[in-house]
């Protein structure tokens, strides 16, 4: 199983943009596909976004997410991204990565209870001041 630490968290003014990394220790990374979840104070977790395990890289968001939010990986360096752009206040939250076998798990982790994806990291926090 692999563990995940995200990065690149931290304050950014409203209208900025910021990368997110997510590193997964082990060999299998590639055998897993990849979510960002976030979670703002008082609110539910939401997905932000998922990819599929290789090359071809099919990726999924929700329609809140298409236009600002960009999720890929670099396998070779057991890393997914997500590029933000144009800031919102509202994006102010705890970004977390997470990793499934299957896709749709990640896809639905956030509306179906029980479906939760098998690995999660450990946060990194974003703020967007306006």
């Known amino acids: 199983q692999v563990q995940l630490v995200e990065s690149g968290g931290g304050l950014v003014q409203a209208g900025g943009s910021l990368r997110l990394s997510c590193a997964a220790s082990?060999?299998?990374?590639?055998?897993?596909?990849m979510g960002w979840f976030r979670q703002a104070p008082g609110k539910e977790r939401e997905l932000i976004g998922a990819?599929?395990?290789?090359?071809?890289?099919?990726?999924y968001y929700p329609d809140s997410m298409k236009s600002r939010f960009t999720i890929s990986r670099d396998n070779a360096k057991n890393t997914m991204y997500l590029q933000m752009n144009s800031l919102k206040p509202e994006d102010t939250a705890v970004y977390y990565c997470?990793?499934?076998?299957?896709?749709?798990?990640?896809?639905?982790?956030?509306?179906?209870?029980?479906?939760?994806?098998?690995?999660w990291g450990q946060g990194t926090l974003v703020t967007v001041s306006s």
């Open positions: 997470a990793a499934d076998h299957v896709l749709h798990t990640l896809v639905v982790a956030t509306t179906d209870k029980d479906k939760n994806p098998e690995v």
């Open positions: 082990g060999r299998t990374f590639s055998n897993y596909a």
């Open positions: 990819i599929s395990r290789r090359s071809g890289f099919s990726t």
